[in-house]
């Protein structure tokens, strides 16, 4: 299993905005070949900004590392740069695979 | 649905160790109400360290926070301190609700 996350530091304010665009986004993700689970994560705040972070889980890095060459990544993306005055730092990617589960 | 992570920095070179602390503890965590998954994940690497993230999937926010009360959370964390010459930095603790999910 392979763990795609990005985390964004969104200005105090502009959760609820942060959030409608992750929800309205017609992202396709379930056609996708890999696709296991996606969560938008809200995390802690502090006095400048909220955490989020976006969590993807798919079945190997290579079928993220597809995903992010398709027409569809295309797509799904198209608008990020409308979105920039809401965070103060981020997306910054990390992929993590994992090493041990308990279920 | 609630994800608590805790990230570390784990010096280059005891990235295996680190690992079979994991892998060897007891956590009890299937007996644990509430408990829905765990994954460590290993992340990237830099000059100095392998980034990990313990992830563990909670039914809800009070009960992760009932089991950091239990005799079992106190019984699983027992001999962390003996595991720090591991770390350059870390845990560091985040806590996240899902506030949009796909599957």
Redesign the interface.
């Known amino acids: 299993?392979f763990?795609a996350m990005n985390r964004f530091q969104v200005r105090l304010g502009h959760e609820e905005e942060f959030?409608e665009v992750?929800?309205s986004r017609d992202?396709r993700?379930?056609d996708v070949p890999g696709f296991?689970?996606?969560?938008?994560?809200?995390?802690?705040s502090n006095d400048t900004y909220t955490?989020f972070?976006s969590?993807t889980l798919w079945a190997s890095r290579a079928d993220f590392e597809a995903w992010t060459k398709s027409q569809a990544f295309r797509d799904a993306h198209r608008s990020a740069g409308e979105h920039r005055h809401m965070y103060l730092d981020g997306p910054h990617f990390?992929?993590?695979?994992?090493?041990?589960?308990?279920?």
Chains 1, 2 share one sequence.
């Open positions: 299993m763990f959030e992750w929800k992202s993700l379930k296991v689970e996606f969560n938008l994560l809200r995390g802690p955490l972070a969590h990390e992929g993590f695979d994992s090493v041990h589960h308990i279920k």
